[in-house]
């Protein structure tokens, strides 16, 4: 069935390194991949989304890129900022061939970002 | 535009008790999302609504809960006699207007937080 899988529950990172949070996923059809982020008793907020065209997706400094062939979408920032930590949610939208939505989270991973 | 909006914020209860949870999905989205996510993990989707019509409830854990959306607009997610395993966070999402190609995108509402004793 389908599910996405994020490897790193806790990433740690000294301010001003490079971001670079796992996503894989197995899917039956051809999905949506997302990123959402969820800062301390707030909502998910969508921060990425991927799209149908190869196109690389990027927000508040943030890209993804869909990689098919490994089944990957992994969020990268070049540099980490201390407002960056967070939950971070890898999610999946796929449709079935009825036309039915099936939407999948993966774990999370909590970036903690220290001066 | 107002976001999606949930109420109460915050329930406390006793095993055995009845709760429902409340959402007011963004203007003009037809679908409509309720996310049960424990401590420590992620959304897991519980039941959806496209207008007033379940979508999909297969992952409503038991006969315990149930969720309605009579107009289309808001929805109630109840659950009967909880129990402690029950203790999470219940999160309502919408989608825009399906066809119009942003309907995988959902916006969440600040959720329910629920302790059951």
């Known amino acids: 069935g389908d599910s996405v899988t994020q490897t790193e529950g806790l990433v740690t990172l000294t301010e001003g390194l490079p971001v670079m949070l796992n996503c894989t996923y197995q899917?039956?059809?051809?999905?949506?991949l997302f990123w959402y982020v969820q800062h301390l008793n707030e909502a998910p907020k969508l921060l990425l989304k991927s799209f149908t065209d190869n196109k690389r997706p990027e927000h508040q400094g943030f890209h993804a890129t869909l990689h098919k062939s490994s089944s990957s979408f992994h969020l990268q920032k070049s540099s980490a900022q201390l407002s960056d930590s967070a939950l971070y949610y890898c999610a999946l939208s796929d449709r079935s061939n009825t036309g039915y939505q099936n939407f999948y989270f993966g774990k999370g991973t909590s970036l903690t970002v220290i001066p | 535009e107002a976001g999606v909006t949930q109420s109460p914020r915050y329930a406390v209860l006793q095993e055995g008790q009845a709760v429902s949870f409340w959402c007011d999905p963004i203007s003009g989205h037809d679908t409509l999302y309720w996310y049960q996510q424990p401590r420590d993990q992620g959304p897991q989707l519980l039941v959806y609504f496209r207008d007033e019509a379940v979508i999909d409830n297969s992952q409503l854990p038991s006969d315990r809960f149930s969720a309605v959306r009579p107009k289309g607009t808001n929805s109630t997610l109840k659950i009967q006699s909880a129990k402690q395993g029950d203790t999470a966070t219940y999160l309502c999402?919408?989608?825009?207007?399906w066809g119009g190609g942003n309907q995988d995108t959902q916006y969440f509402g600040p959720g329910t937080r629920l302790l059951v004793l």
């Open positions: 899917s039956t059809y051809s999905p949506f």
């Open positions: 999402a919408s989608s825009p207007f």
